[in-house]
């Protein structure tokens, strides 16, 4: 598994790409921003994009993903939960600093018994609200790897006081899906540093209070 993390944009996204070795298809999550050097490492490793995954509708996680697909032709995949959200790309630009990308189409959304490939490579959807409506992660149960998007961080969790945040729906996310994969499981957050599932259970603030109850 070719596995090659980007950080893009002024807010410094974790774009994953993630590509098949033998088949050289790829998929690639959270195209925020700096398609251009996202293409750079596609043709470095001679991986053709299959599919676009996005982990929620935020710009710094989606910008780029028209630009992607324009070049690609791979479908852009959300949850459908996250297109109210995706409507106001606009606003969002305005919050941040950023330059507006203009509308972005999604292709299929993806929940949670969804899968997404990319050649051999085979990837679950859970769907995790909590951050946003339609925050999902992408986990490899082969290789044990988590794409967690914005709703697990090294040592922190999503921030939920922005439209469509839940603390409610991210700790029930995080209890009953995330913290459901096994210990040894790799973790490449939406920001910051990779982790795993063991040691944010053993040492996340956030995840040492009693957990969410049905
Ligand atoms: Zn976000």
Known sequence: MIHQILPVGPLQCNCSIIGDEATREAMVIDPGDDIDDVLAILRKHNLEVKQIVVTHAH???????????????APILLNQNDLALLKMLDVQAAWVGMAAPGQ????????????????SLSANVLHTPGHTEG?????????KKLIAGDTLFAGSIGRTDLPGGSMEKIMRSLHQSVLALPDETEVTPGHGPATTIGEERQTNPFLQVTPYRR
Request: aromatic letters at 4%; glycine letters at 12%.
């Open 104 to 119: 972005v189409e999604i292709d299929r959304s993806v929940g949670s018994s969804d899968t997404v490939r990319a050649g």
């Open 135 to 143: 925050s999902i992660c992408v986990y490899f149960p082969q290789e």
């Open 59 to 73: 710009i710094d996680h989606v910008g780029g993903a028209m630009k992607l697909r324009a070049t690609t032709g």
